[in-house]
Nanobody, 126 residues
Framework: VQLQASGGGLVQAGDSLRLICAASGRTSSSLHMGWFRQAPGKEREFVAGISRYGGITYYGDSMKGRFTISRDNAKNTVVLQMNSLKSEDTAVYYC????????????????????WGQGTQVTVSS
C-alpha cells in the first residue's frame, strides 16, 4: 500500500485547509485510515480516524468540532477538512492505513497502522 498526502501549506489563524490522502496498491475500502501529526520536538499525535466504509470516525480532543475526516472509496482518497486553524495546529501531517482493526485496537495509536505516507507540512501563522 502506498499513501500520498497532499494539501498542506502556509495559512493564517482562522483559515481552512483540506488535506487529501490518496491510497494505491489496495482497494481503498479494505483500509482503515487515520491522520496523525507531529510538531518539532513533540510526539506523533492522533488527529482523526475513519473506518473502511466511513461509518465510524474518531477525533483527537483538540480537533473535535474543527476537523472533519471523510473518504471517497471510489476515488481511493481520504480527506481531512481543517477549519478554524490555530498556530498550535502547525505540524507535519501524516496519513496512515491498516487492513486490520480489531475492536480492541484503537484508531488513535500509531502502532495500529501498518502503512504511512510521507507527510505534508501545515503551517499556521498567528
Amino acid at each position: 500500500v502506498q499513501l500520498q498526502a497532499s494539501g498542506g501549506g502556509l495559512v493564517q489563524a482562522g483559515d481552512s485547509l483540506r488535506l487529501i490522502c490518496a491510497a494505491s496498491g489496495r482497494t481503498s475500502s479494505s483500509l482503515h485510515m487515520g491522520w496523525f501529526r507531529q510538531a518539532p520536538g513533540k510526539e506523533r499525535e492522533f488527529v482523526a480516524g475513519i473506518s473502511r466504509y466511513g461509518g465510524i470516525t474518531y477525533y483527537g480532543d483538540s480537533m473535535k468540532g474543527r476537523f472533519t475526516i471523510s473518504r471517497d472509496n471510489a476515488k481511493n482518497t481520504v480527506v481531512l477538512q481543517m477549519n478554524s486553524l490555530k498556530s498550535e495546529d502547525t505540524a507535519v501531517y501524516y496519513c496512515a492505513a491498516t487492513t486490520v482493526m480489531y475492536n480492541s485496537t484503537p484508531y488513535s495509536k500509531p502502532g495500529s497502522y501498518d502503512f504511512w505516507g510521507q507527510g505534508t507540512q501545515v503551517t499556521v501563522s498567528s
